[in-house]
């Protein structure tokens, strides 16, 4: 079946950038999503791209997409405290029920 | 009041009680998502609803039982529920269009504690 891939850990430093990857098994699907979840808080969306677009920048925020490896990026540029946080990969769009997310990358920053 | 409410925030339950999770999405969407979010555990669908009629249950147990009375309310009835259905429940919308659904717009949730 569908699945959405995300490693659970990553650790940058303040100021440096993060890249968090994420890769998916759906070729139909029509968005590929960035979440981010804080402490005590629902999934915020940050930001997402249509499947027929390669990238997508968004101030700090930049998301790749290579369809051909189904691989999706989020590089959060100077990285900063307040983005420790879960971020989630979703895909779909095509239904209403089937956006799959992945577990979670939980970023924490070191000074 | 803007977003995807959702109230309570938290709420604490003994086995036997029956309570009410609600929902109000004030973006005009025409479907609304229940998810479970247990630790440890992916992001679980459990209800969808498009333009007011339930569309999808992903086998979730009766003890649970959505409500829909409009586009931009959603319930989630609970009674005798059981210590693993402690989660943090969350509340989602999105708008259907020509291309498919737009992107999820989440509320806070609610903290559930089965005690």
């Known amino acids: 079946g569908e699945d959405v891939e995300q490693s659970l850990f990553l650790s940058v430093r303040e100021g440096d950038s993060s890249v968090i990857n994420c890769t998916y098994t759906?070729?139909?699907?029509?968005?590929l999503y960035w979440y981010k979840q804080e402490p005590g808080a629902g999934l915020q969306l940050l930001t997402y791209?249509?499947?027929?677009?390669d990238m997508k920048q968004d101030q700090r925020l930049t998301v790749l997409l290579n369809k051909k490896d189904k691989h999706l990026s989020l590089r959060i540029a100077d990285t900063q405290t307040g983005d420790s946080a879960i971020y989630f990969c979703?895909?779909?769009?095509?239904?209403?029920?089937?956006?799959?997310f992945g577990s979670g990358t939980r970023l924490s920053i070191r000074p | 009041e803007t977003g995807v409410t959702q109230t309570p925030r938290h709420l604490v339950m003994g086995m036997t009680n029956k309570k009410s999770l609600k929902c109000e999405q004030h973006l005009g969407h025409n479907a609304m998502y229940w998810y479970k979010q247990s630790a440890k555990k992916p992001l679980e669908l459990m209800f969808v609803y498009n333009f007011k009629e339930q569309t999808e249950n992903n086998s979730v147990p009766s003890r649970f039982s959505p409500e829909c009375p409009n586009s931009s309310h959603l319930f989630l009835h609970l009674h005798t529920l059981q210590p693993e259905d402690s989660a943090l429940y969350l509340c989602?919308?999105?708008?259907?269009?020509?291309?498919?659904?737009?992107?999820?717009?989440f509320g806070n949730g609610t903290r559930l504690t089965v005690t």
């Open positions: 989602a919308s999105s708008q259907e269009e020509d291309r498919g659904y737009s992107p999820l717009h």
């Open positions: 791209i249509f499947s027929n677009m």
């Open positions: 979703a895909e779909g769009g095509s239904s209403a029920s089937k956006i799959i």
């Open positions: 759906d070729s139909s699907s029509t968005y």
